[in-house]
């Protein structure tokens, strides 16, 4: 007994020994997957968090009732309301004369500044006639300055700007004309030639119509396909097992692949127009569908059968059981998988490639058969554009892109709780 | 009724050749009958050529080493093999002269007239309302909620739960002590009314105490019902059954009386089995 004891003690300490080693290997292994992803998002919301602002310049402008009247939106598409913005531009720096540098003066607005006295017009048409302050959008190097991307101690010749450019911005800051303001724009405009007039809304629409066409369609047809394969299906049948087999090959099919399949059957045989969300949305629920009936499987695999027992024992059909005992306890490992799967979905940017959702496209879509891109291609797309404002955007568009994740693992973990609530 | 079977014996199992069940298995008045009933699971047999008569209101206990097809027998009554994969049944079955086993016998049914109750409590994770009120709802039982509410309340009482839980009734059912469980799992099985009650070993996970009240209770609940309980405890049976059905290897050795089982043995495995040499 005592040489028992004796044993046990001297292996004791080696025992707990090798615990806390394991359990610091543990820790160590979830410091560095989170100092990773700290770096990552630290990265991107450094570079990118600037683009959430803009910088806008307040101009005096003088609504001209010759030029402006009447004004209904058919007559201000064809008044000169560019030439009103050059003119008070002008009239703020009465001593430019020369050519080259009026034209450098007009570029310290954006080319979206006459739409933006556009749309102030169509809203106040009784200040026709009255000299009022606009608060329009910068130029693209104006914005760059105003966020220091722009040195004005380098050498003139290395800088964007020239010296009698940075003067002018100086005056107007000193003027409290040159401001720092909430990019609404970014987040209300499509894609734009001009970085300072890109926005991603078009994109977002985007990825929200596909992710509701997926979600709607895969998760019904999932759950479906599950609960038949689990509850209904024969054992031990050659059909229902090679199904098994496909739908476990699908799940590790690279994505461009159902991107071809998008294109050669959405697109080619039942003529869908491309570049739509509703075609990106059946491309993805291909991709999501394996994903999703797998999770859904392991979900009602792991409700115990003694509730199935206990409903079948005082006469509930297989489909009462399923349905009013068996489906809720399995809900939120189902609605897990789905947002895997979804999740999968959203950051997916080769199948999208190949059904055409990289067109450059400026006007939000109003449905699902209308053109639109998605945010992971945005940011593909502007990552190869070179000026720097695109840089800054790139990484705003990811920060959108990862928050549209985070609300939406958000609500996944907000119904899952709910519906766990399992007394 | 025992022409009946000697007709039916004309094509016997080759396996049960030399095997005779000890004692009188026919009733007189049977609510069950079971002839020449095999289970196979796959291409193991897992009971072989049961003979045997349920009666009316009685419990009669089905005891036996583990293993021997106490609940594969069970699960024969209410056709719950029929879930299991692989399982074949056999023989011919009647509850009330009527085949359970045939075709125009809807198995949904069949377990409403015969209601099971399992070894561990399996309570809905629902309410303790929920729980008894789910079986009269599915079958259309409560024409209102104040029928519904009656069926309810007979049945915790029948349960002997009543007391206990009528004030919160909307709690969670999983909240109940284990006992308390297996109560509420007894009354969800007579909410539907059904005429036979199978238990399968419904006290093995519960304390001694509970134990006794849930044998009151069977002993109770035997001038409405038909119960057939599955028990590894040879003084359990004792107690609250008027039959003793005594299986070994998925074959029924002994019936007959417990009172006669239980102090003069006539099979020497019963024998070996209820003075605890093996088991
Ligand atoms: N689902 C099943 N599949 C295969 N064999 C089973 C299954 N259930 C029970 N058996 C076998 O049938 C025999 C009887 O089992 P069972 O009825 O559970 O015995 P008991 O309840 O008397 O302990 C055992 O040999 C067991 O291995
Ligand atoms: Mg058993």
Same mark, same amino acid.
């Given at each position: 007994?005592?040489?028992?004891?004796?044993?046990?003690?001297?292996?004791?300490?080696?025992?707990?020994? #090798?615990?806390?080693?394991? #359990?610091?290997?543990?820790?160590?292994?979830?410091?560095?997957?989170?100092?990773?992803?700290?770096?990552?998002?630290?990265?991107?919301?450094?570079?990118?968090y600037?683009?959430?602002?803009?910088?806008?310049?307040?101009?005096?402008?003088?609504?001209d009732?010759?030029?402006?009247?009447?004004?209904?939106?058919?007559?201000?598409?064809?008044?000169?309301?560019?030439?009103?913005?050059?003119?008070?531009?002008?009239?703020?720096?009465?001593?430019?004369?020369?050519?080259?540098?009026? @034209?450098?003066?007009? @570029?310290?607005?954006?080319?979206?500044?006459?739409?933006?006295?556009?749309?102030?017009?169509l809203?106040?048409?009784?200040?026709?006639?009255?000299?009022? @302050?606009?608060?329009?959008?910068?130029?693209?190097?104006?914005?760059?300055?105003?966020?220091?991307?722009?040195?004005?101690?380098?050498?003139?010749?290395?800088r @964007?700007?020239?010296?009698?450019?940075i003067?002018?911005? #100086?005056?107007?800051?000193?003027?409290?004309?040159?401001?720092?303001?909430?990019?609404?724009?970014?987040?209300?405009?499509?894609?734009?030639?001009?970085?300072?007039?890109?926005?991603?809304?078009?994109?977002?629409?985007?990825?929200?119509?596909?992710?509701?066409?997926?979600?709607?369609?895969?998760?019904?047809?999932?759950?479906a396909?599950a609960?038949?394969?689990?509850?209904?299906?024969?054992?031990?049948?050659?059909?229902?097992d090679?199904?098994?087999?496909?739908?476990?090959?699908?799940?590790?099919?690279?994505?461009?692949?159902?991107?071809?399949?998008?294109?050669?059957?959405?697109?080619?045989?039942?003529?869908?127009p491309?570049?739509?969300?509703?075609v990106?949305?059946?491309?993805?629920?291909?991709?999501t569908?394996?994903?999703?009936?797998?999770?859904?499987?392991?979900?009602?695999?792991?409700?115990?059968?003694?509730?199935?027992?206990?409903?079948?024992?005082?006469?509930?059909? #297989?489909?009462?059981?399923?349905?009013?005992?068996?489906?809720?306890?399995?809900?939120?490992?189902?609605?897990?998988?789905?947002?895997?799967?979804?999740?999968?979905?959203?950051?997916?940017?080769?199948?999208?490639?190949?059904?055409?959702?990289?067109?450059?496209?400026?006007?939000?879509?109003?449905?699902?058969?209308?053109?639109?891109?998605?945010?992971?291609?945005?940011?593909?797309?502007?990552?190869?554009?070179?000026?720097?404002?695109?840089?800054?955007?790139?990484?705003?568009?990811?920060?959108?892109?990862?928050?549209?994740?985070?609300?939406?693992?958000?609500?996944?973990?907000?119904?899952?709780?709910?519906?766990?609530?399992?007394? | 009724?025992?022409?009946?079977i000697?007709?039916?014996?004309?094509?016997?199992?080759?396996?049960?050749d030399?095997?005779?069940?000890?004692?009188?298995?026919?009733?007189?008045?049977?609510?069950?009958?079971?002839r !020449?009933?095999?289970?196979?699971?796959?291409?193991?047999?897992?009971?072989?050529?049961?003979?045997?008569?349920?009666?009316?209101?009685?419990?009669?206990?089905?005891?036996?080493?583990?293993?021997?097809?106490?609940?594969?027998?069970?699960?024969?009554?209410?056709?719950?093999?029929?879930?299991?994969?692989?399982?074949?049944?056999?023989?011919?079955?009647?509850?009330?002269?009527?085949?359970?086993?045939?075709?125009?016998?809807?198995?949904?049914?069949?377990?409403?007239?015969?209601?099971?109750v399992?070894?561990?409590?399996?309570?809905?994770?629902?309410s303790?309302?929920d729980?008894?009120?789910?079986?009269?709802?599915? !079958?259309?039982?409560?024409?209102?909620?104040?029928?519904?509410?009656?069926?309810?309340?007979?049945?915790?009482?029948?349960?002997?739960?009543?007391?206990?839980?009528?004030?919160?009734?909307?709690?969670?059912?999983?909240?109940l002590?284990?006992?308390?469980q297996?109560?509420?799992?007894?009354?969800?099985?007579?909410?539907?009314?059904?005429?036979?009650?199978?238990?399968?070993?419904?006290?093995?996970?519960?304390?001694?105490?509970?134990?006794?009240?849930?044998?009151?209770?069977?002993?109770?609940?035997?001038?409405?019902?038909?119960?057939?309980?599955?028990? !590894?405890?040879?003084?359990?049976?004792?107690?609250?059954?008027?039959?003793?059905?005594?299986? !070994?290897?998925?074959r029924?050795?002994?019936?007959g009386?417990?009172?006669?089982?239980?102090?003069?043995?006539?099979?020497?495995?019963?024998?070996?089995?209820?003075?605890?040499?093996?088991?």
């Amino acid at each position: 007994m005592n040489k028992t004891l004796e044993t046990v003690c001297s292996g004791l300490a080696r025992r707990r020994r #090798r615990e806390i080693r394991f #359990r610091w290997y543990g820790r160590i292994a979830i410091f560095v997957s989170l100092a990773f992803l700290a770096l990552l998002i630290t990265s991107i919301v450094a570079r990118g968090y600037k683009a959430f602002w803009q910088t806008e310049i307040a101009i005096d402008v003088f609504l001209d009732p010759e030029e402006l009247t009447p004004p209904t939106p058919e007559h201000l598409a064809r008044a000169d309301l560019a030439g009103l913005i050059k003119r008070s531009l002008r009239q703020m720096f009465p001593e430019v004369h020369d050519r080259r540098r009026k @034209r450098a003066l007009y @570029r310290l607005v954006s080319s979206a500044a006459p739409y933006q006295l556009r749309d102030y017009v169509l809203a106040h048409p009784d200040r026709i006639g009255q000299t009022v @302050r606009l608060w329009v959008l910068a130029g693209a190097d104006v914005d760059l300055y105003k966020k220091g991307y722009i040195d004005p101690e380098m050498p003139a010749s290395e800088r @964007r700007l020239k010296d009698y450019q940075i003067a002018w911005l #100086r005056k107007l800051e000193s003027e409290g004309r040159l401001v720092l303001r909430f990019n609404r724009w970014f987040l209300l405009n499509g894609d734009s030639r001009e970085p300072e007039q890109a926005g991603i809304q078009v994109a977002f629409r985007g990825s929200l119509y596909m992710m509701l066409v997926t979600f709607a369609l895969s998760f019904p047809l999932g759950i479906a396909a599950a609960i038949y394969l689990e509850e209904f299906a024969p054992r031990n049948n050659v059909w229902v097992d090679l199904i098994e087999i496909n739908i476990n090959n699908l799940a590790a099919v690279p994505s461009i692949v159902f991107g071809l399949l998008g294109l050669a059957v959405f697109i080619g045989w039942f003529g869908l127009p491309r570049s739509t969300p509703l075609v990106g949305g059946l491309t993805l629920t291909l991709m999501t569908l394996p994903t999703v009936i797998i999770a859904s499987r392991a979900a009602l695999k792991a409700v115990p059968p003694s509730i199935r027992y206990a409903a079948l024992g005082i006469g509930a059909s #297989r489909v009462q059981t399923v349905f009013h005992h068996v489906l809720p306890l399995a809900m939120p490992g189902m609605l897990t998988g789905a947002i895997i799967g979804m999740a999968r979905a959203l950051g997916e940017t080769a199948p999208l490639l190949m059904i055409g959702m990289v067109a450059f496209i400026v006007d939000p879509p109003q449905s699902l058969l209308d053109p639109a891109t998605a945010l992971p291609v945005q940011i593909y797309l502007w990552a190869d554009s070179p000026e720097r404002g695109f840089v800054e955007r790139t990484s705003a568009a990811i920060i959108v892109l990862l928050l549209f994740l985070g609300i939406m693992n958000l609500a996944a973990i907000l119904l899952r709780k709910r519906l766990e609530r399992r007394w | 009724m025992s022409t009946v079977i000697t007709e039916r014996h004309t094509t016997p199992d080759p396996e049960s050749d030399g095997h005779r069940t000890v004692g009188d298995y026919t009733l007189a008045e049977p609510r069950i009958t079971c002839r !020449h009933v095999n289970v196979f699971y796959g291409d193991k047999q897992a009971l072989f050529d049961i003979n045997l008569d349920i009666g009316q209101r009685e419990v009669i206990a089905l005891i036996g080493p583990s293993g021997c097809g106490k609940s594969t027998f069970l699960r024969c009554l209410n056709r719950m093999n029929d879930i299991i994969e692989g399982c074949r049944v056999e023989g011919d079955i009647r509850l009330d002269d009527q085949d359970i086993y045939a075709k125009e016998m809807d198995p949904v049914l069949l377990r409403a007239r015969v209601g099971m109750v399992f070894q561990k409590p399996n309570p809905f994770p629902k309410s303790i309302y929920d729980n008894v009120a789910y079986g009269p709802r599915i !079958h259309g039982l409560a024409g209102n909620r104040t029928e519904l509410d009656e069926i309810v309340e007979t049945s915790l009482k029948r349960a002997g739960l009543w007391k206990e839980v009528k004030d919160r009734l909307d709690h969670p059912a999983t909240g109940l002590s284990g006992g308390q469980q297996q109560r509420l799992c007894i009354a969800r099985t007579i909410a539907v009314n059904p005429e036979v009650v199978l238990m399968d070993e419904p006290c093995s996970a519960l304390d001694p105490i509970a134990t006794a009240t849930i044998e009151q209770l069977i002993d109770e609940l035997r001038s409405r019902y038909t119960i057939v309980i599955v028990t !590894h405890s040879m003084q359990q049976a004792a107690r609250v059954s008027q039959r003793t059905a005594y299986f !070994h290897m998925g074959r029924l050795i002994e019936v007959g009386k417990t009172t006669e089982i239980f102090t003069n043995p006539r099979h020497p495995l019963t024998e070996d089995y209820i003075t605890g040499r093996f088991g």
